[in-house]
């Protein structure tokens, strides 16, 4: 039930956030675009095309609008999800449906291809929500996510922290803890993917004050939904006091702040008897040398003792 926390994350409050920037998100969706961009890229460079593709936490559904301009012809029937209704009524896709990335509604291998821009960094069991990514993938489907992560917004982090303590005596959570780049890897093979990778890039913007970054995130529907954030508004002092940190710290010569955004890149694939396997050790019908083109030096043995052996 949405009135029940068990996480880090409020998820009915996310749906909430995310239906208030619904009308707002397509003046705003920079960061999506580039994330977008960046995984049509990446599936241009597999030699393969996908049936049955679903979109999850596809906002607006500009990812379909892309995957026509970018890589046309490559997917075929596209469906289209996200958490907020307002989000799933923007999309032009008649595919679409309301869909919680915790509680995926689909069957067993329904998709060859499975994408998700920029939705997954505020569920509360990433672990399970990629178990069940998995889950609806047909033998030999492919996942690509691209999420928030590392440092994202760390210099509103800090100010925030910094103005609470010497305003208020304390800190609150202001901004959601992001998954690290070196644990991502390892959440696709526990989840069951194969062949995983991950990488990630960092994006730095510029705005005229921690205020208009502010605005942008409620925009992007991106404001906190933390569970255990203060139900309050912020005092007037602090959030003074947070605007003079950040400026201080983290300005431009402009005088323009910048935030940081990391965006973590996760590709696998689901199982299946037709992946290539690696060889079974001692199983190579070459040598190394022959397959480089190289000569062979063979180094003395050892003694058992583990000394050099006599010259």
């Not at 956030?17 to 003046?27: C, I, L, Q, T, V």
């Not at 994330?35 to 596809?58: H, P, V």
């Not at 689909?106 to 929500?129: C, E, K, Q, R, Y």
Request: with cysteine; net charge negative; proline share 7%.
């Amino acid at each position: 039930m949405d009135d029940i926390l068990t996480g880090p994350f409020d998820r009915r409050m996310r749906r909430l956030r995310r239906d208030r920037a619904a009308d707002k998100f397509a003046a705003q969706d920079f960061l999506v675009k580039a994330a977008t961009r960046s995984i049509t890229e990446r599936l241009s460079e597999i030699n393969r095309d996908f049936d049955t593709a679903l979109d999850l936490g596809g906002h607006i559904g500009g990812f379909r609008d892309a995957a026509v301009e970018q890589i046309p012809g490559k997917i075929g029937q596209l469906y289209q999800c996200d958490q907020s209704p307002r989000m799933v009524a923007q999309m032009a896709n008649p595919y679409r449906l309301v869909a919680d990335e915790e509680a995926l509604p689909f069957a067993a291998a329904s998709f060859d291809l499975i994408v998700s821009t920029l939705s997954l960094h505020m569920v509360n069991d990433l672990p399970g929500t990629l178990l069940q990514i998995r889950h609806c993938l047909k033998p030999d489907g492919l996942f690509i996510g691209a999420m928030f992560g590392g440092e994202t917004l760390t210099e509103l982090r800090q100010a925030f922290a910094r103005a609470e303590i010497e305003q208020e005596g304390g800190m609150s959570p202001r901004v959601a803890p992001f998954t690290d780049i070196r644990d991502a890897g390892s959440l696709l093979q526990r989840a069951g993917f194969t062949m995983p990778v991950t990488d990630y890039e960092t994006l730095t913007v510029t705005y005229p004050s921690l205020f208009r970054l502010m605005q942008e995130l409620r925009d992007m529907g991106e404001s906190n939904s933390l569970t255990h954030r203060h139900k309050h508004f912020s005092r007037r002092q602090t959030l003074l006091r947070a605007a003079e940190i950040y400026h201080d710290q983290f300005s431009e010569p402009d005088q323009r702040i910048r935030a940081r955004f990391d965006i973590i890149y996760l590709t696998g694939w689901s199982p299946s008897p037709d992946q290539p396997k690696p060889l079974r050790p001692g199983s190579a019908r070459m040598r190394l040398a022959d397959a480089l083109g190289t000569s062979e030096t063979v180094l003395p043995a050892r003694m058992p003792d583990d000394t050099p052996p006599d010259e």
